[in-house]
C-alpha cells in the first residue's frame, strides 16, 4: 500500500495543468452506453475511478480503447450482459451512472447498491423514484436494484426531486434523453458536470434544455449517435492547488480552467487574503508570503461553496490567522480529516455539523491516514504547510480523484514523494 512522504515549510510556485474532471468524465463514459455509434472522449484523467468505470463497461460488454493520451472510445453496440456486479461497483458510487443508460436503452439492468467514500448516507432512492414514475419495474434484492422496462421504452414525465441530487440528475438526464415524450426534471443539481453531461449527450443528437438551471427538460428521441467530446477541466483540482498556494504563502498559477467554476472559491481565497488574477483559462493565486485570514465556509449545491472543498479549506482555516467556522450541509460524515488534523496540532472543536477552528501559526508533521478523497487532499495539503515530515497513509483515496498528484506538487516545489510499504 502506498504513501506520500512531505517535507513541509516551503512556498509553492509556478503553474500547474488541470486535468479533466473526474466528476464530469464518470457520467459522460456511462453516457456512452446511450450512442448506437462509437463515442471518443477526450482529456479524461488517469484516475482508479476512470479504470473502474472502464473495467465496469468492458464487463458489460462494451469494447474501450484508450491510446497514450487517455482518448477513450467506447463502442456500446455489443452490449452481452445487463448486470453491474458489486464486485466493481463497491468500490466507486459513480456506478449508479449506467443505471439509466441501460435501463433507457436495454429495457434492463442488475446494478449492485454502490459503494465509495464513507462520507455518510448518499441514498440511491430518488434516482429510483424518479424512474418508477417513468414507469420502471424496480425492486432491490440480495443488495442489487433489479430494474426492468416492460412497456419497451421508459415514459416522459414530469418529475421533481426532494432534495438536490447530481448523480440523480445525471441519471435521469441520461434515461430520458431515449423515453417517450417529453421529461421535465424540477429542482435539478446545477453543477458545470451536470452541464457537461448535457452538451455532451447534446451534441449525440439529444434534445435537452436548461442545464445549468433548476428545471431540465428533455425531449426523448429514438436513438443517439456518436462522436468526439473534450470533457471540462476539474474545478476541485484547480481550488485544491490553489489551496496549496494559500497555505503555503507561494504563488501558484492553475491552467486549463473555467475560472467561472470558481468563483465561490475565489471570493473566499481573497477574503483570506490572496491576490487573484485570472484570464480566459487560467487563474494565478499570490499570497505574497503571507499567513491566509480566517473564512468562514459553509458548504451549498452549486453555485455555492462546494462541499469537495471543505476539507482543503478546513486545512488552510489550521494555519490562518484567526477563528473560524465550516459547516457542512451536504454530507453529515464529512469531518473524518478532523481527527487527522489534530494529530499534527490543529485547534479544530466540531459540534454537529460545524467544525469551529482556531487558527495556529504552525503545523507540524505527523504519520496520519486519509479516509477518503478530499480527506486526503487535506492532510496532504496540512503536510506541505507543516513543519518537519509527515506521511500521509492510505492514499489510494487520493488516488481517486487527482491524477499524479504528488508529480504536480513536485514541480512547484513541494518535497514529497510516493514510496510503497510492500
Known amino acids: 500500500m502506498d504513501k506520500l512522504i512531505i517535507n513541509g515549510g516551503k ?13 464530469a468524465a464518470l457520467p459522460i463514459m456511462a453516457a456512452a452506453l446511450l450512442a448506437r455509434d462509437n463515442v471518443t472522449i477526450a482529456n479524461v484523467p488517469h484516475l482508479k475511478d476512470v479504470t473502474t468505470m472502464m473495467e465496469l463497461l468492458g464487463q458489460l460488454g462494451a469494447q474501450l480503447v484508450v491510446d497514450e493520451k487517455m482518448n477513450v472510445q467506447i463502442d456500446a453496440n455489443h452490449i452481452n450482459d445487463l448486470v453491474a456486479p458489486y464486485e466493481l461497483v463497491k468500490t466507486m458510487r459513480a456506478s449508479i451512472l449506467v443505471l439509466g443508460p441501460m435501463l433507457a436503452r436495454f429495457g434492463q439492468a442488475d446494478v449492485s447498491l454502490p459503494g465509495g467514500c464513507a462520507i455518510g448516507t448518499r441514498p440511491v432512492d430518488l434516482h429510483l423514484k424518479a424512474l418508477k414514475s417513468m414507469g420502471a419495474d424496480i ?3 440480495n443488495g442489487y436494484i433489479k430494474a426492468q422496462c ?7 414525465k414530469v418529475l421533481v426531486f426532494d432534495t438536490v441530487t447530481v448523480t440523480g440528475t445525471e441519471n435521469i438526464m441520461m434515461a430520458a434523453a431515449l423515453a417517450d415524450g417529453k421529461t421535465v426534471i424540477k429542482n435539478a443539481a446545477r453543477e458545470p458536470e451536470v452541464v457537461d453531461l448535457a452538451n455532451f449527450l447534446v451534441q449525440m443528437g439529444a434534445k435537452i434544455s436548461g442545464a445549468g438551471t433548476h428545471t431540465i427538460e428533455i425531449n426523448g428521441v429514438e436513438a443517439l449517435s456518436g462522436g468526439g467530446y473534450n470533457v471540462m477541466p476539474d474545478r476541485i483540482e484547480a ?5 496549496a498556494a494559500a497555505m503555503t504563502g507561494g504563488q501558484v498559477t492553475v491552467r486549463r480552467v473555467k475560472p467561472d467554476n470558481l468563483l ?13 488574477t485570472m484570464g480566459e483559462d487560467w487563474v494565478s493565486l499570490d499570497m505574497h508570503g503571507l499567513r491566509p485570514e480566517a473564512v468562514n465556509i459553509s458548504t451549498a449545491p452549486y453555485p455555492g461553496f462546494p462541499t469537495d472543498m471543505q476539507a482543503q479549506f478546513m486545512a488552510m482555516n489550521t494555519i490562518s490567522d484567526g ?14 480529516h478532523v481527527q487527522e488534523l489534530q494529530r499534527m496540532g490543529a485547534q479544530i472543536q466540531l459540534n454537529g455539523n460545524t467544525a469551529m477552528i482556531k487558527g495556529i ?17 487535506s492532510l496532504i495539503l496540512a503536510g506541505l504547510a507543516a513543519e518537519g515530515e509527515t506521511i500521509v497513509e492510505r492514499i489510494y483515496h487520493v488516488d ?6 504528488e508529480e504536480k506538487f513536485s514541480m512547484l516545489g513541494a518535497d514529497i514523494k510516493r514510496c510503497s510499504t510492500r
Do not use: H, W
Open 323 to 336: 477563528s473560524s467556522s465550516v459547516i457542512e450541509n451536504i454530507f453529515e460524515n464529512r469531518f473524518m
Open 239 to 243: 481550488g485544491t492547488y490553489l489551496a
Open 361 to 377: 501559526e504552525q503545523l507540524m508533521g505527523a504519520r496520519v491516514m486519509a479516509t477518503d478523497l478530499r480527506a486526503s487532499a
Open 139 to 141: 425492486c432491490v434484492k
Open 150 to 156: 416492460k412497456q419497451g421504452r421508459l415514459q416522459g
Open 400 to 405: 481517486r480523484g487527482y491524477e499524479r498528484i
Open 11 to 23: 512556498p509553492l510556485r509556478g503553474e500547474v495543468a488541470i486535468s479533466g474532471a473526474k466528476n
Open 264 to 276: 465561490s472559491m475565489l471570493c473566499k481565497f481573497e477574503e483570506a487574503g490572496a491576490q487573484i
